[in-house]
């Protein structure tokens, strides 16, 4: 049974970085890309970056680039989201989510991920 467990959220001021992490159990995390998404209050989940099976190729939305960073260690099967220069609008529930598909290179879009964690509080005060 895959389990997606996310951990690191909390209460940050505008400006400041916070560092998510996803511990990924019941599989092989090497095998598969690995995806974040938030949702804020009153909006639908949104994409916010992704990560290859290797780790050798991320993809963000344009909201968070130059801002976050995703990354992975395949041998603690965790993967993480480093954010800073943190804004009020990034406040949201953030979800890393895992595709059943390896041969997805850097999926993007909900539909395509089979695999969700409970999702952690990230709120940004200005």
């Known amino acids: 049974q895959v389990q997606l467990v996310e951990s690191g959220g909390g209460l940050v001021q505008a400006g400041g970085s916070l560092r998510l992490s996803c511990a990924v159990s019941?599989?092989?995390?090497?095998?598969?890309?690995m995806g974040w998404f938030r949702q804020a209050p009153g909006k639908e989940r949104e994409f916010v970056g992704v990560?290859?099976?290797?780790?050798?190729?991320?993809a963000y939305a344009d909201s968070v680039k130059g801002r976050f960073t995703i990354s992975r260690d395949n041998a603690k099967n965790t993967v993480y989201l480093q954010m800073n220069s943190l804004k009020p609008e990034d406040t949201a529930v953030y979800y890393c989510a895992g595709p059943n598909n390896w041969k997805l290179g850097l999926p993007s879009t909900e539909s395509e991920y089979d695999y969700w964690g409970q999702g952690t509080q990230v709120t940004v005060s200005s």
């Open positions: 019941g599989r092989t995390l090497s095998w598969y890309a």
């Open positions: 990560i290859s099976r290797s780790g050798g190729s991320t």
